[in-house]
Nanobody, 115 residues
Framework: QVQLVESGGGLVQPGGSLRLSCAASGSIFSLPPMGWYRQAPGKQRELVAVDTTGGFTNYADSVKGRFTISRDNAKKTVYLQMNSLKPEDTAVYYC?????????WGQGTQVTVSS
């Protein structure tokens, strides 16, 4: 079992920044590959960024150059630094990992970009 808890969401003006955190706990020795997803109202959940244990990262085209995923293995935490936020970034953000064949999701954290 793996538990994921996101934090760091909130209301921010366009052009602002937020940093999301996702802390993993449970029966894991080290932090597995992690991903951030988001779901806006009326839309499907989409992949935002992934970070593997080998240091590989990948981003959705819509966030490249603005968002950065990183990890702290000692804290078993993955981060999503979001800069130059736009209203279209408004969504519930979820972290995800796949561990021993199972997929785990956090409860999500709301990000609202509005003036």
């Amino acid at each position: 079992q793996v538990q994921l808890v996101e934090s760091g969401g909130g209301l921010v003006q366009p052009g602002g920044s937020l940093r999301l955190s996702c802390a993993a706990s449970g029966s894991i020795f080290s932090l597995p590959p992690m991903g951030w997803y988001r779901q806006a109202p009326g839309k499907q959940r989409e992949l935002v960024a992934v970070d593997t244990t080998g240091g590989f990262t990948n981003y959705a085209d819509s966030v490249k150059g603005r968002f950065t995923i990183s990890r702290d293995n000692a804290k078993k935490t993955v981060y999503l630094q979001m800069n130059s936020l736009k209203p279209e970034d408004t969504a519930v953000y979820y972290c995800n990992t796949k561990y021993r064949g199972l997929s785990y999701w956090g409860q999500g954290t709301q990000v609202t970009v509005s003036s």
